[in-house]
């Protein structure tokens, strides 16, 4: 499933600051990305310099995903190819390290975060891929992305890093307001329990518990055990809410639930969260920033807290996407 992304028209028109008002347009770089988080950013940074094709869309799983014939003409037709790296892409790795041979294929997080500052697994991964879910740590792609970009057409490279400069500014805020919105959970009921392992990040940035029922990866296979496991913290903790993921199948998350009401703990579904695929585009859950935001909602929420109300650098994306204050 192939999503074109755009810069919602918010950005600096890019030949006006490159070149003037009576510079030609430059062609659009054809950027490929793997992943809607990085299509994302990748839109927003290039605005009109740019025209994203993301191969996976919403609701795709990238850890199980294969390359069809259709996605392999696509890569044929980029000039550039981004995709996340750390094994995020594990079924496209042979498809893109053919790429890397012949044209621009970038690796975004490696190269753009040191492994120090990532999260370290006992598994096949050996690096939790799920950074984005840091936003302090997911800001740190737009420099790698904006050189990219501006390698590609260097006339726009003034105007790349504006709107750079313009997005980190509304990450900064993001960043602050999630930490302030989950810090009114009351503190015995900050656990988060998901489907799967894809919340190590936001957990460690923003001061919550995690448990994920599955594990980094969906690769993997969920067992009995891993359901009486999660029964047990739910029960243990007395867990209100217990969160699906638009990525997966919920079933998993409902044997939990059935077996811990079985015990007696009323403990409901909290909402969808968004863990490896953004919402529909064209929708404020089909932006990055918008991601973040209905995530936390919907844990703060169902888990007692309140959110902040959104800092004064948002009030942008919050008017494009009539976002109403908490």
């Known amino acids: 499933m192939r999503v074109r992304r755009t810069a919602m028209g918010m950005l600096v028109p890019l030949w006006l600051a490159a070149g003037g008002a009576g510079a030609q347009p430059p062609a659009p770089v054809e950027a490929v990305v793997t992943t809607g988080m990085i299509g994302d950013v990748a839109a ?8 994203v094709t993301a191969i996976m869309g919403p609701g795709v799983d990238p850890h199980l995903y294969q390359a069809s014939a259709r996605d392999v003409a696509t890569f044929q037709e980029a000039e550039l190819i981004l995709y996340s790296g750390y094994s995020l892409e594990g079924q496209l790795g042979e498809v893109l390290g053919r790429f890397s041979e012949i044209k621009p294929t970038l690796a975004v997080a490696p190269s753009s975060i040191e492994p120090a500052d990532l999260i370290t697994v006992q598994d096949v991964y050996g690096i939790d891929p799920h950074l984005w879910m840091d936003v302090s740590l997911w800001a740190r792609t737009l420099p790698t992305i904006a050189a990219a970009l501006s390698e590609a057409r260097p006339e726009c490279e003034a105007a790349i890093q504006a709107n750079a400069e313009r997005y980190g500014r509304e990450l900064e805020a993001l960043h602050g307001w999630i930490g302030e919105s989950i810090a009114t959970i009351p503190e015995d009921q900050r656990i988060l ?5 894809a919340f190590n990040y936001y957990g460690r940035a923003y001061g919550i518990e995690v448990a994920g029922i599955q594990g980094i990866s969906t690769e993997t296979e969920t067992g009995v055990a891993d359901i009486r496991a ?8 007395e867990v209100p809410a217990v969160f699906i993921e638009s990525t997966i199948n919920p079933r998993t998350v409902q044997a939990v639930i059935d077996a811990a009401r079985r015990r007696g703990q009323d403990v409901e579904i909290g909402g969808q969260l968004y863990s490896d695929a953004m919402g529909e585009a064209g ?3 089909g932006t990055y920033i918008g991601m973040l935001y209905t995530n936390t909602r919907h844990i703060v929420e169902s888990l007692g807290g309140t959110p902040a109300p959104l800092p004064e650098a948002l009030d942008d994306w919050a008017a494009r996407w009539n976002i109403p204050a908490p």
């Open 193 to 197: 329990v998901t489907a799967h392992d």
């Open 283 to 285: 929708t404020a859950d």
């Open 44 to 51: 927003r940074v290039g605005g009109d310099c740019v025209t």
């Open 230 to 237: 999660m029964t047990e913290v739910v029960v243990e903790r």
